[in-house]
């Protein structure tokens, strides 16, 4: 059964920086595909960004690219977002999620939470004006 467990959520200010983890376990064949989401008040869970845990290639929604960044970290089975120049619209319930279906080009395409079979606990990030 593979399992997520995230950290690294809290308050900042407008401008500051965070960084999620997100420790893998139980995965016992394929390469997952990571995503990271987030979910508002009242607002549906969003695509944030995908790393691809075999060749690290990432792909980011068009409000965080450029200022997020997605990594894996093969030797400690961990994943990151790398989160800098935060907003108050960043603030948000994230997620990891991860499938272990497909390849690397299907990670790139990965936009939908339906696609993505595992799901981490969820962490808050606050960004104050």
């Known amino acids: 059964q593979v399992q997520l467990v995230e950290s690294g959520g809290g308050s900042v200010q407008a401008g500051g920086s965070l960084r999620l983890s997100c420790r893998i376990s139980?995965?016992?064949?394929?390469?997952?595909?990571l995503g990271w989401f987030r979910q508002a008040s009242g607002k549906e869970r969003e695509w944030v960004a995908s790393?691809?845990?075999?060749?690290?290639?990432?792909r980011y929604s068009d409000s965080v690219k450029g200022r997020f960044t997605a990594s894996r970290d093969t030797s400690k089975s961990e994943a990151y977002l790398q989160m800098s120049s935060l907003r108050p619209e960043d603030t948000a319930e994230y997620y990891c999620a991860a499938t272990v279906h497909g390849s690397s080009v299907l990670c790139s395409r990965r936009r939908a939470p339906s696609e993505f079979d595992y799901w981490g606990q969820g962490t808050q990030v606050t960004v104050s004006s």
């Open positions: 139980g995965v016992t064949y394929g390469s997952p595909c």
């Open positions: 790393v691809y845990y075999g060749d690290a290639s990432t």
